[in-house]
């Protein structure tokens, strides 16, 4: 299962896409139309794992990443910016 938040100011998926197919062709689908500089940094976030995503040096998401039985069972996709700015305050301390 996917999950987005982009607050009601950026672009999220509107509602859960479910299903390993469907998530692999959203995510496959995505990743060419990003235009600038992208970096992945594995990260915990809350004691999971997590990625942050920096577009352009700038946070543009975070993907947390939900675990059961050692699979991933569910992408939760963070891009509201009222709650990257948190993270990115917790990862300028932690550096």
């Known amino acids: 299962v996917l999950l987005g938040d982009g607050g009601g100011v950026k672009q999220a998926v509107p509602r859960p896409i479910v299903g390993a197919d469907k998530v692999g062709r959203l995510l496959a689908a995505g990743l060419p139309r990003i235009d600038g500089q992208v970096s992945v940094e594995p990260v915990q ?36 910016p009222e709650k990257l700015s ?9 550096r």
């Open 45 to 80: 976030i809350n004691g999971c794992p997590a990625l942050i995503v920096r577009l352009d040096g700038e946070i543009d998401d975070v993907v947390a990443v939900r675990m059961d039985d050692g699979m991933i069972t569910g992408l939760y996709i963070v891009r509201n």
């Open 86 to 94: 948190r993270v990115e305050r917790e990862t300028a301390v932690s």
